[in-house]
């Protein structure tokens, strides 16, 4: 931006100095000249107007320069030094003269001395350029400008100074027109922002206008919350408690009856106990009255419907082949809340409805179980005659075998227990299938039936009074129970008429009678732990069949074994000799009655193993086995040798011993010890 100082440069229009005081603006001062070069100075570029840094003229006029020139602001006696002083004003020189009282003229006239020699010696054109180092014109006069001598400035020092400036204003009088064009555009830009920062003000009175409007409203609306929570609070409890969803209300009226069905129906059951509660007390609400008409038509909807699909429900049971438990436990008590419901609402369709279950109930088992029961006297029964007792005769006991022969029974062994002890320890709970037993040839013996029908009967009670004790639970125990004999009353007729059936005469089988007692005993243990106490009188009923009939059995083989007694007269040829041969007086091998007494013996010994003592099991076998050794009491009379009547009684007990000597029991043990002490009592007198 700073141009070439040659004087060719200088602007005409630049006032001359004083007339009196030569002058020449090519002169250089004193305090400068160790700045300048031998070289001419070179033109510097200019810099962006925008960007000048012609500090010394910073606070020039913004006034347009094309009018009547101004001084530099700051620089008014440099400007009269420059001009021609007026003819009535003294010379400045002189007043300061006057002043300090000293003579300026010397120092002035060295001054131009010097001036005039430096400019003999150093050319103006000759002059370099200052290298201002990319300085301001104040930045390079304030550091790199020489210090100024102490001394107080001369008025030439001033005028010379005076006179560099204005021309130099000349020179950059471009530069200031620019500057001036920069800074009037530099207005127009702070003008036009001015604008913008005054609407933006403006805008944001408003918007502070519009804040301070949402804060009072947001503050109403607070308050307004605050208002409705507490009210809601307060008044939330009492609507939801006479509230009901529409959903709520389609779904009774038309939805199917399913798990969302009964949600909905215990929806409606606690909004009408809760507008009932509050119909009874002192403070009516008038919009629960309003209500209890409309929720009252909806619970007897409900109850139409519940009673729709319970009968439909028990007709159903009626089908044939349907399995009952399938609909009880797969929809009766998947939907249980359904009759309690009706219970509360409509107790005499509730029992209607209970009744006509009932009575299909009882149907169904009854019907199934004849049929069943059909299907088990199909069964081939080995039949225990009164000839197959302990004391018979060998010729009964051959008849009887031709009997059995031409009826097509099988061969069977009426004293012993052989497999039949399986039936009772077997820890399968499948009842025989009807379809089998109808087809089935083979012969059984009675525990065969028994175990089939009464083990069916005890599944079928269980699940059944497990089904009334969760879909009417609400109604108590004992009305269960009720409900419970009502249904199966007539199949525990029909279970117990089997039992006498089978028991009954002709035959007079101890040993099954005994495992239908343990069977019962463990139907019974069975119950109890599946926690049905109902069927408990079926179990009594059928046990007070079964004793008695084993004591009868049993007084039968006592009996038999007591007219033995008395059919031995002297030497008799009976069949109940000891042997058949010429000398059966002189044998003192065991008697066949013995082989068939311990075989009956170990057999019941078994099968009470884990009797208790209040049974009447010991009392029968105590009572045969003091007819069994009455028996060979009066059979060792017929040997007359004592030495051989007592091997006699030794014989006889040794193998009642060998064949009962490994039963288990406390029983067992007690006749085990008596038959020992016997057969020790007739060793030793050996």
């Given at each position: ?28 001062s ?99 350029d ?8 104040q ?19 001033a ?5 560099h ?32 920062l005054m ?33 809601e ?74 009673r ?48 006509a279950y ?12 004849t ?12 039949i ?94 004992h ?17 117990q ?11 007079i ?24 106490p ?13 004793w008695?009939?084993f ?55 078994a ?80």
């Open positions: 931006m700073w141009l070439n100082r040659s004087p060719a440069q200088t602007p005409s229009s630049s006032s001359p100095p004083p007339r009196d005081r030569p002058y020449s603006p090519a002169t250089v004193p305090r400068r000249s160790n700045h300048l070069t031998p070289n001419p100075l070179p033109q510097r570029p200019g810099l962006p107007s925008r960007a000048s840094s012609l500090s010394l003229i910073s606070n020039v006029s913004t006034e347009n320069l094309h009018g009547p020139r101004r001084a530099p602001n700051g620089s008014s006696l440099k400007h009269e030094l420059s001009i021609s002083p007026s003819l009535n004003v003294s010379n400045p020189l002189e007043v300061l003269e006057g002043i300090l009282g000293t003579s300026l003229r010397k120092d002035e006239d060295e001054d131009e001395g010097k001036r005039g020699r430096m400019k003999k010696a150093a050319p103006l054109e000759q002059v370099q200052v290298d201002f180092g990319g300085l301001s014109l930045e390079f006069a304030a550091q790199g400008r020489p210090a100024r001598p102490s001394r107080p400035r001369t008025s030439t020092e005028y010379v100074d005076s006179a400036t204005i021309s130099g204003f000349e020179k950059e009088r471009d530069n200031f027109e620019e500057l001036h064009r920069s800074i009037l555009a530099c207005d127009d830009v702070l003008k036009s922002v001015e604008t913008y609407s933006f003000q403006k805008d944001l009175g408003t918007v502070s206008a519009e804040i301070e409007t949402l804060q009072t409203r947001s503050t109403t609306l607070n308050t307004k919350m605050e208002n409705r929570k507490r009210v609070k307060v008044l939330g409890p009492a609507v939801e408690d006479v509230v009901l969803s529409p959903v709520v209300v389609k779904k009774i009226n038309e939805g199917p009856i399913d798990e969302a069905w009964v949600k909905a129906l215990d929806e409606v059951e606690r909004r009408f106990r809760i507008i009932e509660g509050k119909s009874k007390d002192d403070k009516r609400i008038l919009a629960a009255d309003d209500l209890r008409p409309l929720l009252e038509n909806l619970v007897n909807k409900a109850i139409e419907r519940i729709d699909y319970l009968v439909a429900q028990i007709k159903a049971l009626r089908s044939p082949n349907m399995n009952a438990q399938i609909i009880q436990q797969q929809v009766l008590l998947k939907h249980k809340d359904v009759y309690p419901f009706l219970l509360r609402h409509q107790p005499q369709l509730a029992e209607d409805i209970s009744q009932i009575n299909t109930m009882r149907w169904y088992y009854l019907n199934n179980f049929r069943y029961k059909a299907s088990l006297d199909k069964l081939k029964i080995h225990i005659s009164a000839q197959e007792v302990i004391g018979s005769d060998e010729s009964g006991k051959k008849s009887n075998a031709a009997a059995n022969a031409r009826i097509g029974s099988a061969p069977h062994d009426a004293f012993s227990l052989g497999r039949r002890m399986d039936t009772v320890k077997t820890h399968s709970h499948a009842a025989l299938p009807s379809h089998i037993a109808e087809e089935d040839q083979s012969t059984h013996f009675l525990e065969v039936s028994f175990r089939s029908f009464n083990l069916a009967l005890i599944d079928n009670a269980s699940a059944e009074f497990s089904f009334l004790t969760e879909f009417f639970a609400k109604q108590g125990f009305a269960i129970t009720r409900r419970f004999n009502a249904i199966f009353s007539p199949t525990f007729e029909l279970g008429s089997l039992t006498r059936q089978l028991i009954s005469d002709p035959n089988d101890a040993l099954g009678v005994l495992i239908c007692v343990r069977l019962n005993q463990a139907f019974a243990f069975e119950l109890q732990r599946r926690k049905v109902a069927v408990e009188g079926y179990i009594n009923g059928t046990n007070m069949l079964l008695p009939r004591q009868k059995n049993m007084d039968m083989h006592c009996e038999s074994i007591r007219r033995a007694i008395s059919s031995i007269s002297g030497r008799s040829t009976s069949a109940l000799a000891l042997t058949s041969n010429a000398q059966g007086s002189t044998s003192t091998a065991p008697h066949p009655l013995t082989q068939r007494f311990a075989n009956f013996t170990q057999a019941i010994l099968l009470s193993s884990e009797a208790g003592d209040d049974e009447p099991v010991s009392n029968s076998l105590g009572r045969l086995r003091t007819d069994f050794e009455a028996f060979l009491a009066k059979m060792s009379k017929g040997v007359a040798d004592a030495r051989k009547r007592e091997r006699f009684f030794a014989n006889n007990y040794s193998l009642v011993l060998t064949i009962i000597g490994d039963t288990p029991g406390k029983l067992a043990d007690e006749v085990r010890g008596h038959f020992e002490e016997m057969k020790e009592t007739y060793s030793e007198t050996r």
